[in-house]
């Protein structure tokens, strides 16, 4: 009985040295990683971050393919996720080139930081489509048919530029039935609807077409009226600047539209 | 030695070694840190109409209600499931036992994932329970509950196990030869004597039920009065207003903190000892 109590903390201790050990290799370890791509980063290879909005993961994933076959000195490091959260973590001084938003209002918090090196520019735009899982259960035929008792679906939380597009584009159509659930950003309302969780949701024509054979879509006319602009802009405590405007210049190049066309993006102007 | 009057060692004098007090103040430092940060960066002068926003009340109502359901749930199928792996010889007990910790270690967004395959629409079980009863477990309060149980559920089996072993088992044999069954025996004998760790597992998987927010996410959705429990709502509103999100973790903060200073006086000092 007594015996194993006594040991008990003995083991316990050695875990936690253990412990201790591991992290310190691990933080020295991260720091040699730190100093190292700080001074090869001017010889070797750059890294260009760009943070973009979720539903660009296709087209700027290509993109940067074509951007470093042009550049072979440039390592792309692409980061996807909802408009207002990358927009969040730039304001709050995360370390980045470029950001790309999928709405004009969301980056107007960065400019409004003064943290883009000059205005924001339109890039694309991106139409709502409603999409339903590859079966559509529900029989959803229209827009519309949300609104009966028996269809669920989902949107973006209305704080998204999703959703915001979502809200706009339901209260042209007149649907109020109310979602079951709001997700943070557009790809989360794909996968509730590839994984057949739901039975409808709102997305962008371009998610629309990334998740292919896995939904299907319904188109909706109105969703003309709801466009929202994908912005792009360096920021002004870009690493490197020189990387960043080749990377803007990209995007807004007949090739960049041409890319990003084919991925479901309407052009900008 | 046991000390049965529970007393610590009073022996050993001298300054403080600083091997043991460097890391306790680094540690200190971690943990109260944070919590700093957020009172100071607190929107102070805009609390008092921040508070009475009516989707703050929604969320906090919401978390305690489910929190609180899940405790519920993990007493219910989590004390019997102890009693079988303390106090029994089934086979595959090692096995079992260490199936039982998986919620623990597993990323709760991955706990989410297994969730909806299991009870999803379209989940092993959950098109079951669809086609059979037109029962619907994603993007329902019932949903949050599930997945808080799941992740909770760990924390009060390996407490009640704990205190299972550790009570003597020999009470059991001297109820067995009075003639008590072994259901007699659990409810009056067992349970009684394990009490302790039965209410210091309800504590902690209730403060773990709280703070669920991965698994909540992927398998319930988020939905204000129904599925939006306070992590969320934090989660949400970090992408919009980063003081209303701050604002939600205070409050948070503040209720899971007395909760939990209130159950320990009142209900589990053998926790707070």
Sequence with gaps: MNAPCAAAPRRLVAAGLGLLLVAATACSASSDAGSDSGSSSSSDSLELTVLAASSLTEAFGELAKTYQSDHSDVQVELTFNSSSTLAEQVVAGAPADVLATADEATMQGVVDEGLTAAAPEVFARNRLTLVTPADNPADVASIDDIERGDVTYAVCVPDAPCGAASRTLLDLVGVRAEPVTEEDNVRDVLTKVTTGEVDAGLVYASDAQAAGSDVTVIDVPESDQALNADVIAALTDAAEPDAAASWLELVLSKEGQQVLGSYGFLPAG | ?273
Aim: charged share 10%.
């Design chain 2, 1 to 273: 030695m046991a000390r049965p009057d529970g007393s610590t060692r009073t022996s050993a004098t001298g300054a403080l070694p600083w091997q043991l007090l460097l890391p306790s103040l680094a540690a200190l430092a971690l943990l109260l840190l944070p919590v700093v940060g957020l009172l100071v960066r607190a929107p102070w002068s805009t609390l008092p109409q921040r508070l009475g926003d009516p989707a703050v009340f929604e969320a906090l109502r919401l978390s305690l209600l489910t929190a609180s359901a899940a405790t519920g749930c993990c007493l219910l199928l989590g004390t019997p499931l102890a009693w079988l792996l303390a106090r029994t010889d089934i086979p595959g007990r090692k096995a079992l036992r260490a199936l039982v910790l998986v919620p623990l270690v597993l990323p709760p967004v991955v706990g989410g994932v297994a969730l909806l395959t299991a009870f999803g629409r379209r989940g092993v079980a959950g098109r079951w329970l669809d086609e059979a009863f037109g029962l619907s477990l994603p993007f329902t309060t019932v949903g949050v509950v599930v997945a808080q149980t799941f992740v909770a559920l760990p924390f009060l089996v390996l407490a009640v196990e704990g205190a299972l072993r550790s009570a003597d088992p020999r009470y059991d044999d001297v109820a067995a030869t009075f003639g008590a069954s072994r259901w007699q025996t659990f409810v009056r004998v067992t349970l009684p004597l394990a009490m302790p760790g039965v209410a210091s597992g309800a504590v902690l998987a209730w403060a773990r039920a709280l703070g669920e927010f991965g698994a909540t996410i992927t398998f319930a959705g988020s939905y204000p009065g129904t599925t939006r429990t306070m992590p969320l709502a934090v989660y949400t509103a970090l992408n919009s207003d980063f003081d209303a999100a701050i604002l939600l973790s205070l409050v948070l903060l503040v209720v899971s903190v007395g909760v939990l200073a209130l159950l320990r006086e009142r209900w589990t000092p053998g926790v707070s000892a």
